[in-house]
């Protein structure tokens, strides 16, 4: 299974929704750094997590799990193992490595189908977004679906895309003949529907001009960053994905905890055209930009 996969199925069981396509894009990067218990771990401290399991009985928990996962209730031998191990310490994010790994036939099957819908509704959020800053409209549901399709054929990786938008002749017409300046507030208008602050505009301009940063990567920047502070985008979303789709944060870690996890925004890490992590990989891309820029 992908790290992809894996986050995905940790949304699903966890917080009971698709992943914001941020917290999945932030969760799979960590994954290939850090083991899952540490991402799960991480999970289970969200605020999220407390909302759906408090209050749940360890049997209440495993049905969900079960619910959640295989779409199906517990059998009862099932339900006593994974009890069980709850009341031996394992915590939810345990069973679900553990619920996913051991199944075999229709119930291995109906995990992956799960998993591949949440993706493709977290992928098409992604490029509903892409089309909002880019082309200031909605997708179209071709254009969503082949975009969606060439996400998940590259496991997840956005480069052909953001160069593809930022290539193509409807961005270019819209941006062609405006100012730098013009060029960014453009962008605030398209992803919030208001004018950029005055150290936003100064702020992204520098970064286009001096050539630290392309026209396409300031405006998956800016979208990013919206995401994953919980600002609301300009809803250019269809119902298609609306339907889908819950946009909330992605778990913050427990502060008490000796973990370095966090999908928010921390002033760790500045844009630089030296950066050698991937612009699209790296949701922390607004780390070291003023607040007001964001």
């Known amino acids: 299974m992908s790290s992809t996969d894996i986050i995905q199925g940790l949304y699903l069981t966890i917080y009971e929704r698709p992943a914001d396509w941020a917290g999945l894009q932030y969760w799979t990067a960590e994954l290939e ?7 799960a771990d991480a999970f289970t401290q969200a605020p999220e997590f407390d909302e759906i399991y408090a209050g749940l009985t360890h049997k209440e928990q495993v049905s969900y799990l079960y619910e959640h996962l295989l779409g199906r209730a517990p059998e009862p031998a099932g ?11 394992a915590t939810p994010a345990d069973l679900v490595r553990e619920i996913r790994d051991g199944t075999q036939g229709s119930d291995q099957q109906a995990i992956a189908a799960r998993i591949d819908d949440a993706t493709e509704a977290s992928y098409g959020e992604l490029i ?22 060439q996400i998940q054929q590259s496991y997840g990786n956005l480069d052909h895309v953001i160069q593809a938008f930022g290539e193509s002749d409807e961005y270019i017409e819209r941006f062609g003949s405006l100012s730098d300046e013009e060029q960014v507030g453009a962008l605030y208008q398209s992803f919030f529907s208001r004018d950029a602050e005055t150290e936003g ?4 301009v520098e970064q286009l001009s001096s050539g630290t940063l392309d026209l396409a ?5 800016i979208a990013e960053g919206a995401g994953e502070q919980g600002n609301r985008i300009r809803p250019h979303c269809s119902k298609r994905w609306k339907s889908s789709i819950h946009l909330s944060p992605s778990p913050s870690p427990n502060p008490n905890r000796n973990l370095s996890l966090s999908p928010s925004p921390s002033p760790s890490l500045s844009l630089s055209p ?8 790296c949701p922390s ?4 930009v003023p607040a007001a820029i964001r």
């Open 201 to 204: 505009i100064n702020y992204w």
């Open 33 to 39: 750094t850090k083991d899952f218990d540490a991402v």
């Open 274 to 281: 030296s950066l050698k992590i991937p612009l699209y990989r």
């Open 285 to 288: 891309r607004m780390r070291g």
């Open 128 to 149: 509903d977004t892409l089309y909002a800053g880019y082309y200031d409209r909605a997708a179209d549901e071709d254009g969503r679906d082949y975009w969606v399709e």
């Open 79 to 89: 339900l006593a193992f994974w009890e069980g191990r709850l009341n031996e310490g």
């Open 217 to 221: 990567n300031i405006a998956f920047a």
